[in-house]
């Protein structure tokens, strides 16, 4: 089956770093791939996605590429805030109903 | 913007009650959906829902049952709580776009089982 798998957190960086964070999967087909982040005492938000190879999706200084060969749609940002500091997941969509299977999540905390 | 509302943010409820969680969404969705979300475990589905009077059981049904009696709710029902059903329960909804499902989640309910 389909699963996703997610770096552990947290990942504790200062204001201004770069983040990445590491996210790869298993499909049997051409999963859509997604971030999505949670701030703290709220739902999931989508933070972008994309739906093909080699694209590339991006939003708030985020971006992740649909890495194929390595399997993998790993966050990044180039300089990161301190209202950055969230749960971070990873997922992916496929099939009939093009459900979504999740990472365990990854918490990052950004200080001042 | 697509609203996900969950009438209760959080439960205290004791073993063996019978517990409802409410799910309503205004922006004509099809598709719903109740996940649990567990530190280091992420979400996991437990059912959903493509129309009305329609479920589906997701990864971890055991214990739950939903209802969607209107295409804007959904509701979650644990017929009889145990303390392993403590958790944070999202709700979410989508339309399909671009052969991509993406979903738009509530805040989520906090349900303690004593």
């Known amino acids: 089956g389909n699963s996703v798998t997610q770096m552990e957190g947290p990942v504790t960086l200062s204001e201004e770093a770069f983040l990445t964070i590491n996210c790869t999967y298993t499909?049997?087909?051409?999963?859509?791939l997604f971030w999505y982040v949670q701030y703290p005492g709220e739902g999931l938000q989508l933070l972008l996605k994309a739906t093909k190879a080699d694209d590339k999706g991006s939003n708030k200084g985020f971006e992740a590429t649909y890495r194929k060969e390595t399997t993998s749609f790993h966050l990044e940002k180039g300089s990161v805030q301190v209202s950055d500091s969230a749960v971070y997941f990873c997922a992916l969509s496929e099939g009939a109903g093009n459900m979504l299977t999740f990472g365990g999540g990854t918490r990052l905390m950004v200080k001042p | 913007d697509v609203k996900v509302t969950q009438s209760s943010r959080y439960l205290v409820k004791r073993t063996g009650e019978k517990v409802f969680l409410e799910c309503v969404q205004d922006?004509?969705?099809?598709?719903m959906f109740w996940y649990r979300q567990d530190p280091g475990l992420g979400l996991r589905l437990i059912y959903f829902s493509y129309d009305v009077k329609m479920k589906e059981k997701g990864d971890i049904p055991e214990g739950y049952s939903v209802s969607r009696e209107k295409k804007e709710r959904f509701s979650l029902i644990l017929e009889s709580a145990s303390t392993n059903q403590t958790s944070m329960y999202l709700c979410a909804s989508s339309l399909t776009e671009s052969g991509a499902n993406v979903l738009t989640f509530g805040a989520g309910s906090r349900l303690t089982v004593l």
């Open positions: 922006m004509d969705h099809e598709n």
């Open positions: 499909a049997t087909g051409y999963p859509s």
